[in-house]
């Protein structure tokens, strides 16, 4: 068991959480909950080691392994895909050698008395024991599994880690951090850089394989899948709840509901007090009466309502100009880089008002369809785009688009337009944009906050076609489910590219596949589509 012991953390004379106490038991499957800034990140690096709280510690089993992946992550480039995944078996291989190069010594030392040689002999003991107590594993056997399974083919495994992507790269820590099958994994954001086969694959390892996890994760579906305890962090304080995220929305709702009133009567009794106390403060035959109501309300413990819910705000999307019947019409078009195909005669049909996925492993073709339609790419083949067609398109890079000298608010009044305008201050707070950060300017917000500007101002377009390429990547539950509301009330079409199951279910009506290849249409929305996948996937472990 591994225990949080009144940990306490403070920012410049700012509490960001007060003597937090909770145990991790051996296999608690646990989702840590709490708006942005709540402190999440910051409690997994303390459980984790990697930082120190102001005060309280977090004690563990000397033998304890704890295994964490950062959600931004800074990868050494010096290894192949193999060799860097391999490095999870680091220690078990140096046992090894260390128990070889002992047994070596003690062939050729012929001091048999000596205490040094009664020190290799309990040294080698020991090792001995530690490592014939480890299950027989073929090493490569499982690096192979475990890289596949997080989406590498065959012929990545001996390609240099310097070629890949960031989020590729977060897959090889996360491939590491899997093979050491650790007492308590920490994932913070886990999903973000992996397609929804490579999710569905970690799913099932953390359900069927991994010990204890705590997991931060903005992919709803994936945490009610895997966790079954949910740690909520609000207002320096937390909160222990035995049930999935779901389950626990409706617990937080109850418990919200009774803080409401509680705070509200609390208020009454506080407001009647300090009516009496001005009423009578001058009045001899009182003084005991004031005095002892002045010293109660000195003592009060405040009730406090834990965070404002702003979720009954509503996005609205402007009126969408009409267009043709078929916006997009995509006929045997095919592209390659160099030797490298990435899809042949892929055909596809867009109606109009029709919302799809476009879904598939990473570097299937996902963003080169998109790019094609937006006539950033040459490709062999017939693409048309429809009638009075206007197009708004979130890319990946979206944030380095904007106008970095303006503020957040400038940002957003200079397209406003109609009632909304009414409505910016609570779209911004909405978007985690209240108060002075309003004012701050585009240059000095993080990649996450000019991602999440450019989703607003993208809001707010008079488009009738939308393409949306992994828009939910930096966004909270609570703005997605904001952003998926308003999407769904959308008039024109919709494209989305996301591996967000629980943002895609009830959105996509329609799904492209891209694989091997190809482009193979689905007509089931994203669960069907899911369903299908899954007895595919074992229909094909079947035949092998």
């Not at 304890?64 to 010096?78: E, M």
Request: proline share 2%; charged share 30%; net charge negative.
């Amino acid at each position: 068991m591994i225990t949080v012991n009144d940990i306490s953390v403070q920012f410049g004379g700012t509490n960001l959480f007060s003597n937090v106490s909770f145990s991790i038991n051996e296999n608690d499957k646990i989702a840590l909950m709490g708006k942005n800034g709540a402190g999440k990140s910051t409690l997994l690096k303390i459980i984790a080691g990697v930082s120190k709280p102001s005060l309280g510690n977090v004690s563990a089993p000397k033998d304890a392994v704890i295994a964490y992946l950062p959600q931004h992550l800074l990868a050494k480039d010096n290894a192949t895909v193999i060799e860097e995944a391999s490095k999870a078996f680091s220690e078990i291989f140096k046992m090894k050698d260390e128990i070889e190069e002992i047994n070596e010594a003690l062939t050729i030392r012929t001091d048999y008395e000596s205490n040094e040689y009664m020190k290799l002999i309990e040294r080698v003991s020991e090792l001995s024991e530690k490592f014939y107590s480890i299950e027989e594993i073929n090493y490569e056997s499982e690096v192979e599994k475990v890289l596949k399974g997080l989406g590498f083919e065959r012929e990545d495994f001996n390609r240099p880690t310097s070629e890949f992507s960031g989020g590729w790269r977060m897959r090889i820590e996360l491939a590491k951090i899997l093979l050491q099958k650790p007492d308590l994994i920490l994932l913070d954001e886990p999903t973000n850089h992996i397609d929804i086969e490579s999710v569905q694959w970690l799913e099932d390892f953390l359900i069927n394989s991994a010990k204890a996890v705590i997991v931060i994760s903005h992919d709803r579906a994936f945490v009610d899948n895997i966790t079954s305890r949910t740690i909520e962090v609000t207002m320096g304080r937390i909160y222990d709840y035995k049930a999935n995220y779901s389950q626990y929305l409706e617990l937080r709702k109850d418990r919200r509901v009774h803080q409401q009133k509680a705070y509200d009567e609390q208020q009454k009794m506080i407001s009647e007090n300090m009516d009496f106390i001005e009423r009578f403060k001058g009045t001899y035959s009182k003084t005991n009466q004031v005095q002892s109501r002045v010293r109660m309300l000195e003592k009060l413990q405040k009730v406090e309502v834990d965070e404002v819910d702003t979720s009954a705000l509503r996005l609205k999307f402007p009126a969408s100009p009409r267009s043709g019947q078929y916006p997009i019409v995509v006929n045997e078009l095919s592209k390659k880089y160099n030797e490298h195909v990435v899809f042949n005669n892929a055909n596809l049909v867009i109606e109009r008002g029709q919302k799809v996925a476009f879904v598939g492993k990473n570097g299937e073709g996902k963003s080169t369809m998109i790019k094609a339609i937006m006539g950033e790419i040459d490709f062999d083949g017939k693409l048309e785009v429809g009638h009075n067609v206007k197009i708004g398109y979130f890319a990946q890079n979206q944030a380095s688009l904007l106008d970095e000298e303006l503020t957040v608010f400038e940002t957003i009044d200079q397209i406003a337009v109609g009632d909304i305008r009414t409505k910016i201050k609570d779209m911004l707070g909405a978007f985690m944009f209240g108060g002075d950060n309003s004012t701050k300017k585009v240059k000095v917000l993080s990649g996450g906050e000019k991602t999440r500007l450019a989703m607003i101002k993208l809001l707010l377009e008079p488009v009738n076609v939308l393409i949306l390429d992994e828009p939910t990547n930096h966004l909270d539950m609570r703005t997605k489910d904001i952003i998926k509301d308003a999407l769904k009330d959308f008039d024109g079409t919709l494209i989305l590219v996301s591996h967000d199951r629980d943002f895609l279910d009830g959105l996509a009506e329609k799904v492209f596949e891209f694989g091997h290849k190809r482009v193979k249409e689905h007509f089931e929305d994203v669960k069907g589509f899911l369903e299908i996948k899954k007895m595919e996937s074992l229909s094909e472990i079947e035949k092998k």
